[in-house]
């Protein structure tokens, strides 16, 4: 974080700064300069950094304030003063605090007033990434490609929302030369509201599926919530649109900004050919708009990663970074993230491909296809899937369509788990003459029980579900196992 008085931290928040007589005897006062990180997790707090203090769904975090302080705080940001009157009790904070009516709204004008103040003195770029499918995997390629020429910030995880992304905003020094911002969103007007905490200059779009679709209530409430990305830039910005998607490419009359495309076919203008997919990785030659090409071994697993690869290059070429510089990049990246197409086991034991951290339609019918594809002849593929999550409507209808997909690939063995996904086990049950190859367990527990009986060590076994099907964890007990 920057170095900011609590006097200039309380205006950020537009909240109202309290010292107590503790914090004062402590040697508090407003001149006092805060620059430590920013966090909503007590776990997380260490010495001079600052807390936020957030209602949840599930707990509140003003229940930890205290842990909070005793883990190092210097500053916590609260929405009701812990005040001298509780000093006896023993309850009065050593430390400086700044109430606010709503710490959520609060934390967003606080990345607001920090971002326009790095802008101001600094030459910091902005990169917005959005997307039904590939946010994190492009993010964390295109932090690659820039750590190589400048300081860059990036989000961990999939911090995208009105809280992680105002958290990874706050991370930005003086000297902070390219801000990687991930972008999502549950509703419409939630990409806005991040865009005006910090406006791209360059905006990243790359897909528009039924990602969360139940949650949008519909493809085109996601199409126009994704939309946002592009509509604020300006002419000096640059779009960074996905050709191959028609859905995407739409958006280019929808904003002011110049397009550069990226894709497959030959009016990409950042495109790959010569695509070929292994166990190993995924060779292909980039093209950009330049002229140039160059051959990439990519690393992470998936022909559907190219695509992100791709944009990744795309917003990388507009910032300046040269094509040999990029190439680099990519290619030091063994796997989109942990849970995200990351291969495990091998050797004596099976080889799993974890990527249950999030699950759509498309990246479920991409996982698979993998799957039948990198597979060795002869080799047996298993797929564990779970359910996808936020389909609304069109949940059965799509897990149907899955079941489906996993006979017509020829998938050798089917464990589906989880009610949430019996229509998977369905339609693989109905479709073609399968015998025996489609299974169904009600949790993991009985999953990992029925499949640690029938494993092969020649197995090459894909696991993939939503984050909420907690079957991730299933992933790596399978890839410990023993046959």
């Known amino acids: 974080m920057l170095d900011l008085t609590l006097t200039e931290i309380a205006e950020a928040l537009q909240g109202e700064l309290v010292i107590t007589d503790a914090a004062a005897d402590a040697g508090y006062s407003p001149a006092t300069v805060v620059n ?29 304030v205290g842990a909070a302080v005793e883990s190092g705080a210097a500053l916590v940001v609260v929405e009701h003063a812990f005040a001298d009157a509780e000093r006896e009790a023993g309850r009065q904070l050593p430390v400086a605090q700044i109430v606010v009516d709503d710490s959520v709204v609060a934390l967003g004008h606080f990345a607001t007033d920090v971002v326009s103040r790095v802008r101001a003195s600094g030459d910091l770029k ?90 949008f209530g519909g493809i085109e409430t996601t199409l126009a919530t994704k939309t946002e990305m592009v509509i604020d830039l300006d002419e000096s910005d640059v779009a960074v649109l996905n050709r191959d998607d028609a859905r995407v490419a739409g958006m280019a009359e929808k904003t002011r900004a110049r397009v550069l495309w990226f894709g497959l076919g030959d009016d990409a203008e950042v495109r790959a050919t010569e695509i070929e997919a292994s166990a190993s990785g995924t060779t292909f030659t980039l093209h950009l708009p330049d002229g140039q090409s160059r051959p990439v071994r990519f690393a992470v697993l998936g022909e559907h990663h190219v695509m992100n690869a791709l944009a990744a290059a795309s917003a990388a070429h507009v910032l300046g970074v040269g094509i040999d510089d990029i190439v680099a990049a990519l290619e030091t990246v063994t796997r989109a993230e942990r849970w995200r197409m990351e291969v495990m086991g091998g050797g004596d034991r099976p080889t799993v491909i974890n990527d249950a951290y999030n699950a759509s339609p498309d990246s479920m019918a991409a996982a698979l296809k993998t799957l039948a594809q990198i597979a060795a002849p002869g080799q047996r593929t298993v797929a564990v899937l779970g359910e996808m999550s936020e389909l609304g409507p069109y949940s059965v209808e799509e897990h149907d369509r899955i079941g489906r997909m996993v006979v017509r690939l020829n998938i050798g063995k089917l464990f589906v788990v989880g009610e949430g996904a019996r229509a998977i086990h369905l339609a693989a049950e109905h479709e073609g003459s399968w015998g025996g190859e489609a299974v169904f367990a009600a949790d993991a527990d009985e999953a990992y029980a029925l499949i640690a009986a029938e494993l092969r060590p020649d197995d090459l076994v894909l696991v993939k579900s939503s984050n909420s099907a907690r079957l991730r964890f299933l992933g790596d007990k399978i890839a410990e196992a023993t046959t």
């Open 36 to 64: 430590g990180t920013v966090d909503t997790d007590s776990r997380l707090i260490g010495e001079g950094d600052v807390f936020v203090a957030k209602r949840g769904e599930f707990d509140d975090g003003h229940r930890f």
């Open 126 to 215: 902005i990169v917005g990434i959005t997307g039904s499918n590939g946010k994190t995997t492009t993010k964390n390629l295109l932090r690659a490609v820039l750590e190589r020429v400048g300081e860059t910030v990036a989000p961990r995880d999939s911090f995208n929302n009105e809280v992680g992304a105002p958290l990874t905003m706050l991370k930005l020094t003086p000297t902070t030369r390219f801000l990687v911002a991930e972008m999502g969103a549950s509703g419409k007007g939630e990409i806005t509201r991040l865009i005006r905490m910090a406006k791209p200059d360059v905006g990243v779009v790359l897909t528009v599926g039924l990602a969360h679709a139940g949650e």
